[in-house]
């Protein structure tokens, strides 16, 4: 069993930063693709990034591209998404999510453990 709690949400003005963490419990988490998702008021939830267990490869959403970057600390157990050049439509709450087959991909049912989410609003 996994348990992931995300971090780092926060009232950012358009054209900042923010850089959330995923930290888990397990010591299996070090072997499973981790995502991250975010749902804005009214939208489902979407894919963002996702990163494998070893860091080697990431997959990002195209709105994502060259603004965020995902990584991972395994020895910390946590998940780090660098969120750079925000702006106000980024704004949602961000979910990780831990999947053990790897995949990286871009559905949500692929993914068997979420955190409860952080809050990230960009202001104009």
């Known amino acids: 069993q996994v348990q992931l709690v995300e971090s780092g949400g926060g009232l950012v003005q358009a054209g900042g930063s923010l850089r959330l963490s995923c930290a888990a419990s397990?010591?299996?988490?070090?072997?499973?693709?981790t995502g991250w998702f975010r749902q804005a008021p009214g939208k489902e939830r979407e894919f963002v990034a996702a990163?494998?267990?070893?860091?080697?490869?990431?997959n990002y959403a195209h709105s994502a591209k060259g603004r965020f970057t995902v990584s991972r600390d395994n020895a910390k157990n946590t998940v780090f998404l660098q969120m750079n050049s925000l702006k106000p439509e980024d704004t949602a709450v961000y979910y990780c999510?831990?999947?053990?087959?790897?995949?990286?991909?871009?559905?949500?049912?692929?993914?068997?453990?979420w955190g409860q989410g952080t809050q990230v609003t960009v202001s104009s």
């Open positions: 999510a831990a999947d053990p087959m790897q995949r990286l991909g871009l559905s949500e049912v692929e993914y068997a453990y």
């Open positions: 397990g010591r299996t988490f070090t072997q499973y693709a």
């Open positions: 990163i494998s267990w070893a860091g080697f490869r990431t």
